[in-house]
């Protein structure tokens, strides 16, 4: 053997006892060492279930014509005033001076809320000799166009806040806020002693017209055996009370007043 062969010759034992030098495979990497801590599994997405809101009740159509049964005159020859959605402490004073100092009654349409707020003017409306109609615990203007249970529900709460406050008062009527009235409401406030009161005279005073424009609508509807609606609550009655200074003498002197009966 020729001495320059000899390092070749090594060389090729040194790859063939570690076999790198194997035909057709390439030197395979060294395995990493293990870590010390395997890393966390990615805990899945838990996405929220949607939120379903309750269904809201159905309510009953509201009728074309106003059911029978309405009680919508005095039932005598005397104007019978009512007032509507208090009491309340800025107006319902006002409104009980003025026919105090006329020396007649009228119907307070109380609101529950507003009584089990103002017990004390629901006291003084029935010391000074006026008389009360339940008008839904929170003027519901839909309540009659719920499940019976929830009207009866609704006026029995209202009747018991109202005697809270005067607990031997009679409560004579019941008015359906906005005359959104409906047979089944009328057949369960009768079940409760409660008469339907509407009424035959709207000036529409909710909706705050001057004083003038009340009084003009108000002298030229009313009749014998009217029932006219006014409001000593429910927002500024400001207007209201301009016109009861002038229509409360007025009505007294040409017709007289009168409750409903």
């Given at each position: 053997?020729?001495?320059?062969?000899?390092?070749?010759?090594?060389?090729?034992?040194?790859?063939?006892?570690?076999?790198?030098?194997?035909?057709?495979?390439?030197?395979?990497?060294?395995?990493?060492?293990?870590?010390?801590?395997?890393?966390?599994?990615?805990?899945?997405?838990?996405?929220?279930?949607?939120?379903?809101?309750?269904?809201?009740?159905?309510?009953?159509?509201?009728?074309?014509?106003?059911?029978?049964?309405?009680?919508?005159?005095?039932?005598?020859?005397?104007?019978?005033?009512?007032?509507?959605?208090?009491?309340?402490?800025?107006?319902?004073?006002?409104?009980?001076?003025?026919?105090?100092?006329?020396?007649?009654?009228?119907?307070?349409?109380?609101?529950?809320?507003?009584?089990?707020?103002?017990?004390?003017?629901?006291?003084?409306?029935?010391?000074?000799?006026?008389?009360?109609?339940?008008?839904?615990?929170?003027?519901?203007?839909?309540?009659?166009?719920?499940?019976?249970?929830?009207?009866?529900?609704?006026?029995?709460?209202?009747?018991?806040?109202?005697?809270?406050?005067?607990?031997?008062?009679?409560?004579?009527?019941?008015?359906?806020?906005?005359?959104?009235?409906?047979?089944?409401?009328?057949?369960i406030a009768r079940q409760m002693g409660l008469r339907p009161l509407h009424w035959s005279v709207d000036p529409q005073d909710w909706d705050h017209p001057p004083a003038e424009t009340i009084i003009k609508r108000v002298k030229g509807a009313t009749r014998?055996?009217?029932?006219?609606?006014?409001?000593?609550?429910?927002?500024?009655?400001?207007?209201?009370?301009?016109?009861?200074?002038?229509?409360?003498?007025?009505?007294?002197?040409?017709y007289g007043i009168a409750l409903p009966r």
């Open positions: 053997m020729r001495p320059r062969a000899l390092p070749a010759l090594a060389l090729g034992l040194v790859l063939l006892v570690t076999g790198c030098g194997e035909a057709g495979k390439s030197p395979e990497k060294a395995a990493a060492p293990p870590s010390d801590s395997a890393a966390p599994a990615p805990s899945p997405v838990t996405r929220p279930s949607p939120t379903r809101t309750p269904a809201k009740p159905k309510l009953r159509p509201l009728p074309k014509k106003l059911p029978a049964g309405l009680h919508r005159a005095s039932g005598s020859n005397g104007v019978a005033l009512t007032f509507d959605d208090g009491p309340d402490p800025r107006f319902t004073p006002q409104i009980l001076a003025q026919l105090r100092a006329a020396r007649v009654q009228a119907t307070f349409c109380v609101v529950g809320k507003q009584a089990e707020r103002y017990p004390e003017l629901v006291a003084r409306i029935v010391r000074e000799g006026h008389q009360l109609c339940n008008h839904s615990w929170h003027h519901d203007m839909n309540l009659g166009r719920r499940s019976a249970a929830e009207i009866r529900s609704d006026l029995q709460r209202t009747n018991e806040a109202i005697h809270a406050a005067a607990p031997k008062a009679p409560i004579t009527w019941f008015r359906q806020p906005g005359g959104r009235w409906t047979a089944e409401e009328v057949t014998h055996g009217s029932v006219v609606l006014l409001h000593d609550a429910g927002g500024d009655r400001t207007q209201t009370m301009a016109a009861c200074r002038h229509l409360i003498p007025d009505i007294k002197r040409r």
